[in-house]
């Protein structure tokens, strides 16, 4: 391959990187807001006396989607555990989950 070759596949890889960091990033953020607005519905049925456990069950499910995403695109971005989070015994995520995760980054960043 050519110096020129290499160059336009560096960016095109990075094109693509990019494309995919700004992706994982806004799907995070729309995740964050999803646990924000359920937690508040949720709250606000408490104190008016009319549960909606929906509500609750959104947030705790959107909880653990974020978490499990957002150690997975740290380690992908390099990130060792340590740096990510530190879980209390008994409050480790899913390795299989966070594996797959990453190994879907990987086929769709270097594909």
């Known amino acids: 391959m050519t110096t020129e070759t290499l160059q336009e596949v ?13 992706r994982i990033k806004k799907q995070l953020s729309n995740m964050a807001k999803t646990i924000t607005e359920s937690k508040a519905k949720f ?6 006396g009319n549960i909606d456990w929906e509500d609750y069950y959104t947030a705790e499910s959107a909880k653990i989607n974020f ?5 997975a695109y740290c380690e992908f971005r390099g990130k060792t555990r340590e740096q990510i ?4 015994e008994g409050n480790e995520p899913r390795e299989d989950t966070i594996r797959e995760l990453v190994q879907s980054f990987t086929m769709e960043v270097y594909k």
């Open 10 to 22: 560096d960016v095109e890889l990075r094109n693509r990187y990019m494309g995919w960091r700004k």
């Open 85 to 88: 989070e530190r879980p209390a």
């Open 43 to 48: 709250k606000d049925g408490q104190r008016n």
């Open 67 to 71: 978490r499990h995403l957002h150690i």
